[in-house]
């Protein structure tokens, strides 16, 4: 098991697995929560989420907002960028800092 895993479709994912990332191909929700709840249970420190994915399973993903580990983070998909991404970095640190840096 590695310590950061990739989920996501097949042609965005792959790549990770020649950086030596556990890969997995899944895009289905309710299963994507199930295969998160599995990484976090074996102690994956890192689990990047294509933005289609992690929008379509936010609630499986919420639970571990407040968690240090693992780690969450949306990552454009193989179609380009839906915005996920920076939103989420915008309101991870709009609540570390209590403020919104573009106003």
């Known amino acids: 098991m590695a310590d950061i895993a990739m989920i996501g ?3 965005s994912v792959l790549l990770g697995r020649a950086a030596g990332l556990d890969v997995y191909f ?6 994507v929560g199930r ?5 976090a249970r074996e102690d994956t420190k890192v689990i990047f989420v294509t933005e289609p994915v992690f929008e379509a399973a ?3 993903i919420m639970k571990y907002r407040s968690k240090p580990f693992p780690a969450i ?5 193989s179609k380009g960028t839906t915005g996920a991404a920076m939103r989420n970095v915008r309101a991870n ?3 570390a800092i209590g403020a919104d840096l573009n106003f």
Do not use: C, G
Not at 26 to 31: D, K
């Open 73 to 77: 983070i949306p990552i454009p998909d």
């Open 93 to 95: 640190v709009e609540k």
């Open 26 to 31: 899944e895009t289905e929700p309710h299963a």
């Open 35 to 39: 295969l998160i709840d599995r990484l």
């Open 58 to 60: 936010a609630d499986s």
């Open 9 to 11: 479709d097949k042609d």
